[in-house]
């Protein structure tokens, strides 16, 4: 298996060839290998080796032999150092796997790598001090996003057909918008993040994954969703397995098109059309479209997002080694201040934040199925744009720095709803364009069917990144 030949295939069908007999899962690991060499000398995207050999995987899963990467954002493989992208955390190794891990290996993924991330995951750019930028495959001094910017680089160069990422304010949708992916942040308490947290940040933080098709977020949905032992809540069941929405029948859905950011903030005309491209090939497909969007408190999210930014630091805090200060980006440094400054007062102040948006968000869903939204408020930015070591930042000026560029992802983890970014238009620099599509709590079926739906309509599988491996 050549590289042009391997690049071009998404996870389901690598996993056909091999399960066909076409070609083996050492010729797929092989051609994984020298295509994640190729891509990480240009893009800088991984924050160690490749790992040799790959981590212990099930031979029999439903993604069997399908490369894979998982991301430095905490512990997550027992025995894989990480670092969430500081200077201030040498030598540190996950001592067992998360749940969602384990549900990784018994998918049979083949994991190869672990992938850079910003320093604390709080940036929507992946620029560590540590590592350095990780460039965008669809021009080499533009940001692939953040927090997940090293998976999504890898995923949209062919490195790997699917990565592990997270979200706690649009670190999956983000990374996919700037990297032409399928981005699909899922519904709180969908995947779960056990056996060592119960509410990632407050409940604001969802891990899953980062893909090139919708079909590759259904199958690897199916394989890693529901409740973990002991989780506090999770989210209600699929009535069916999320591969069979892809391709289903939607029915007519009331779908709302929002395009002003929230936070009062510019957004590129670009952004807004592609969003309302959407809305208008929905409409041809006999869906009720219209122009709308949920009202609520932007102060309310932002003060659900110092809490959120608070039970960042705070793990960090109360880990048995804190780590040093001085080692710490700048931004970083602030997120430890207010960590050590908030009280119980504070905490509860944001928890009442965070269930004002709530309610204000699922009350617009009683009345509409989808909302459709930009991903990103202006296009990726080049390096050195957001700059996480500036000393001029506090926390609340960090956060709304990053409100400028992403005005439009952080409510739906606020709110807990599941929402998908998809790549859906191209701007004239040439860079992808993504388009958010959110749905009412528990509905991930429904965006689903109607992303494989736009996957038709509006297809990118053809689109490749001029770094891409397939173009080596």
Not at 123 to 130: I, Q
Request: aromatic content about 6%.
């Amino acid at each position: 298996m050549d590289l042009h030949e391997y690049a071009r295939y998404d996870a389901v069908g690598l996993r056909d060839l091999i399960k066909a007999g076409e070609v083996t899962a050492a010729e797929v690991e092989t051609a994984a290998r020298q295509a994640l060499a190729l891509a990480d000398g240009r893009l800088n995207a991984l924050a160690l080796p490749i790992f040799t050999p790959a981590l212990d995987h099930a031979a029999d899963g439903p993604l069997a032999g399908v490369p894979f990467l998982i991301k430095d954002h905490g512990p997550v493989a027992e025995g894989v150092p990480f670092t969430l992208g500081s200077r201030a955390l040498p030598g540190v190794v996950a001592w067992r796997d998360t749940d969602l891990m384990t549900r990784f290996r018994a998918a049979g993924l083949l994991t190869l790598g672990l992938t850079t991330v910003p320093e604390l995951c709080v940036s929507f750019t992946t620029e560590p001090l540590r590592y350095g930028p990780v460039r965008n495959p669809w021009h080499l001094g533009t940001s692939a996003g953040g927090s997940s910017g090293g998976a999504a680089a890898l995923v949209a160069a062919g490195a790997v057909p699917v990565a592990h990422a997270s979200d706690g304010a649009g670190s999956i949708r983000i990374p996919a918008a700037c990297c032409g992916l399928v981005g699909l942040k899922p519904s709180r308490g969908r995947v779960t993040s056990g056996p060592d947290l119960g509410e990632p940040m407050l409940g604001m933080a969802y891990e899953f994954a980062l893909t090139r098709t919708v079909r590759d977020t259904a199958v690897l949905l199916d394989a890693v969703q529901g409740p973990g032992v002991g989780d506090k809540y999770t989210a209600p069941p699929p009535h069916r397995p999320y591969i069979e929405e892809v391709g289903a029948d939607p029915g007519r859905l009331r779908v709302a098109v929002h395009t002003t950011s929230w936070a009062g903030t510019w957004v590129d005309p670009e952004m807004a059309a592609a969003a309302v491209r959407t809305g208008e090939a929905l409409a041809a497909a006999g869906h009720i479209v219209t122009e709308a969007g949920p009202a609520f408190d932007w102060a309310d999210l932002v003060r659900a997002a110092m809490g959120e930014g608070v039970a960042i630091a705070s793990t960090l805090l109360l880990a048995p080694r804190v780590p040093d200060e001085s080692l710490m980006e700048a931004v970083s440094r602030q997120f430890m201040k207010v960590a050590g400054e908030w009280g119980a007062l504070d905490l509860l102040a944001a928890l009442d934040a965070q269930n004002r948006v709530t309610r204000s968000v699922a009350a617009f869903f009683t009345g509409h199925d989808l909302l459709v939204t930009p991903a990103l408020g202006r296009p990726p930015v080049p390096h050195g744009t957001l700059r996480q070591d500036d000393p001029g930042h506090t926390m609340a000026s960090w956060l709304a720095t990053l409100a400028e560029h992403g005005p439009f992802t952080q409510v739906f983890n606020v709110t807990g709803q599941p929402a998908i970014s998809l790549p859906l238009g191209h701007g004239r620099d040439g860079l992808p364009i993504g388009v958010q599509i959110a749905a009412a709590y528990g509905r991930e079926d429904l965006l689903l069917r109607v992303a494989a739906h736009l996957e038709r309509a509006m297809p990118w599988r053809d689109r490749t990144p001029p770094a891409s491996v397939v173009n080596a």
